[in-house]
């Protein structure tokens, strides 16, 4: 993708507390993570872009091919409503939007 189509968003305030949110919610649902994560306190980077994607009210898909994303996202909505749903880059846009193939 061309990085015209491309916007970065600063990582502010607000997000950093939505962030801690997300992660509260993945850390709490996913016991089986290694005691070294947990002890450090890493935050994992989708609740990172989930929180952004959250708080952006312009911001109504997240495109991504990462499986792991998808279940984390999954496992957010069991403790929250995210804003935002994920698109799979694997599956074709007709499917996604609606559209016929044509």
């Known amino acids: 993708m061309p990085l015209r189509n491309i916007q970065i968003i600063p990582f502010?305030?607000?997000q950093a507390k939505r962030t801690g949110e997300f992660a509260k919610i993945i850390f709490e649902e996913n016991k089986t993570l290694d005691e070294k994560i947990v002890l450090?306190?890493?935050i994992p980077n989708d609740a990172k872009l989930f929180s952004q994607a959250d708080l952006d009210e312009t911001i109504t898909h997240f495109v991504t091919s990462d499986n792991r994303s998808?279940?984390?996202?999954?496992?957010?909505?069991?403790?929250?409503n995210p804003r935002f749903e994920i698109i799979d880059i694997s599956?074709?846009?007709h499917q996604i939007f609606g559209l016929l193939d044509l």
């Open 70 to 80: 998808i279940k984390t996202l999954n496992t957010l909505k069991k403790g929250t």
């Open 91 to 93: 599956t074709p846009y």
């Open 40 to 42: 450090r306190a890493i």
């Open 12 to 14: 502010n305030l607000n």
